[in-house]
């Protein structure tokens, strides 16, 4: 026999009606809850006509005078009356007063002469040069001149541009370095340059003068 259901007991024929409406109810509790507000009942305290509170008492400036230092009693040493005491010497001051010395008068034979340092010269007639020409410089150069190990290792070649004053006897002072490389190029070749032998120096109207060189020293890997 086969089993017939009453459609109007069927339970499950609302469910997807009661979903929706929770899930409607839901969300409308969700929004009212968001935009509720709520106001507490108390009275903001209003200070503007209460002007005794803000009102800040004057503070004088009160300047401490530091103490003043301690008074040290003098301590007196009474001797007795039958101590004798020594005698001043006196100052015999020995000056003759009765010689008198005439007064030289020293007279100026036109203006004072100002003595000028040697000047140090940017141009000259003949420039300054080393003793024994070029090859004697490329010569010193060569035994002199050691290549940095740092330089080496890092790869560092280049020119150091050096200038230095030739004074009129030929020595060097005032060694300088215009253009660097690092690596210890700089150092080596102010050395070469102050321990250099003693150069021509340059001439100015047939008269040897103080002048400036500047020279590069090279320093090129094998």
């Known amino acids: 026999m086969e089993l017939k259901k009453n459609p109007r007991l069927d339970l499950r024929r609302w469910s997807s009606t009661l979903t ?25 305290k209003d200070f503007s006509g209460n002007s005794e509170i803000w009102d800040i ?21 009474i001797k007795p009356d039958n101590e004798e005491i020594d005698k001043k ?5 020995d000056i003759d007063f009765e010689e008198e010395k005439p007064v030289i008068d020293v007279t100026l034979e036109g203006p004072p002469t100002v003595e000028v340092p040697d000047e140090i010269n940017d141009f000259v ?17 060569k ?5 940095p190990s740092q330089a080496r290792r890092m790869g560092i070649e280049g020119s150091v541009i050096v ?20 690596g210890g190029c700089d150092e080596i070749a102010m050395k070469v340059i102050a321990n250099s032998p003693a150069w021509n120096p340059g001439i100015i109207k047939d008269r040897p003068v103080r002048s400036r060189m500047t020279i590069p020293i090279r320093f090129r890997l094998d």
């Open 163 to 182: 200038r230095f004053v030739v004074n009129t006897d030929g020595t060097i002072q005032d060694v300088e370095v215009l253009r660097s490389i690092g």
């Open 89 to 93: 010497t006196e100052l015999i001051i």
């Open 57 to 77: 008492p004057d503070v004088p400036i009160t300047i401490q005078t530091p103490p003043p230092p301690p008074i040290i009693p003098i301590e007196l040493i």
């Open 125 to 141: 007639e003949v420039q300054a040069s080393f003793k024994g020409g070029m090859d004697a410089w490329y010569a010193y150069l």
């Open 20 to 44: 929706n409406l929770g899930l409607v109810v839901s969300i409308a509790l969700v929004l009212v809850a968001f935009e509720w507000k709520a106001y507490e009942d108390f009275k903001i």
């Open 143 to 147: 035994k002199n001149l050691i290549y």
